[in-house]
């Protein structure tokens, strides 16, 4: 009852205003993994090896600093309920750790010591099907997939990753570079140059870039053909240049909103029907015409957000462990 009672609330979602109410904070953690279960279970990750996880919609938290990994960056995260997550670290070695009890203990599922390696960013398909992806390196981007929740990964034949441009990389501001929807993986790079890789298609976008920190942060998916990108130069968090594209067509196509989001975004979100979420260092934008005009809602800064998996409550994170929550 209280899923449906939220699905109907988000019908009405153009006739509210919407303001952010900070949950938490942990000064000693920047929060850019966020995986919401349902609108009770949220799991956390950020610096310094911390996790965080809340059952209760986010009045009380259990911060866990995973042993062994006390100055690692958990730049992504997956949780399958309140006892089971995986984390992945960003930086080399690459990483993903997965607990089965609610933090209390930590198994080291994969590890990459190739020189150089950066893991970005991590998507499922469901509980069982999943996949990680990484800068490139000697000109292509790593590639891992996991069949089992998450409890193996197995990396692909280097010959099959994807062909990276001459600086080109990925943005693991948020863990949202990469979507995984039905049979199908997207993610976006930027830097010197900015694509879209669907499956084995390879699609140029016109969002701002041609810098090492420029380009496409994040993508959100309403279906196989409609995608939101968000990016721009987090240097330059004001800029609202080609800081957000829209194709309803896989990406052979783009457009430019009439009023885009008020800078530099480091992740989108699907909400329902015809509303989408972003965010970044200097506020939070909502869309309620997919993505034509936006609407700034806060200038409090986040990293990512993303809506419950299993209800309809938006939840942000950002720096000093900030965590917050849309209230409408």
Not at 66 to 72: A, L
Not at 118 to 133: E, P
Not at 173 to 184: K, P, Q
Not at 234 to 248: A, G, H, Q, S, Y
Request: aromatic residues 12%.
């Amino acid at each position: 009852m209280k899923y449906l009672l939220g699905f109907l609330l988000l019908l009405s979602f153009t006739a509210q205003s919407q303001v952010i109410k900070t949950l938490t904070a942990n000064p000693k953690t920047s929060i850019r993994g966020l995986s919401v279960i349902s609108d009770d279970v949220i799991w956390a990750s950020g610096s310094n090896g911390y996790v965080g996880r809340s059952v209760d919609a986010g009045k009380t938290w259990n911060w866990i600093r995973v042993p062994n990994f006390e100055k690692t960056e958990f730049r992504s995260i997956r949780a399958f309920n309140d006892k089971v997550a995986v984390v992945m670290a960003a930086g080399e070695p690459g990483y993903i750790v997965r607990t089965e009890d609610a933090g209390e203990h930590w198994i080291t599922v994969y590890t990459n010591k190739t020189p150089g390696i950066f893991l970005d960013a991590m998507s499922f398909w469901d509980d069982r099907f999943g996949i990680v992806v990484g800068d490139p390196i000697q000109g292509k981007f790593v590639v891992a997939r996991t069949y089992d929740g998450g409890k193996t990964w197995h990396d692909l034949d280097p010959e099959s990753y994807p062909n990276a441009a001459d600086g080109e990389a990925l943005f693991a501001a948020s863990g949202t570079c990469i979507r995984a929807m039905d049979c199908h993986s997207y993610f976006v790079s930027g830097g010197m140059k900015s694509r879209l890789y669907r499956d084995d298609a390879i699609f140029d976008m016109p969002i701002y870039q041609g810098s090492n920190t420029a380009g496409a942060n994040s993508i959100a998916l309403k279906n196989n053909m409609h995608f939101i990108v968000v990016g721009g130069d987090f240097t330059k968090p004001e800029l609202t240049d080609k800081n957000c594209i829209i194709t309803r067509d896989g990406g052979r196509t783009w457009t430019y909103p009439e009023k885009p989001p008020h800078g530099y975004r480091s992740c989108v979100e699907y909400v329902a029907r015809r509303c989408w979420i972003t965010c970044g260092i200097n506020g939070v934008d909502i869309t309620e015409d997919d993505g034509k005009t936006w609407k700034s809602i806060s200038t409090d800064s986040y990293n990512v957000c993303r809506q419950a998996r299993k209800g309809s409550t938006i939840y942000l994170a950002g720096s000093n462990g900030t965590i917050g929550v849309v209230v409408w």
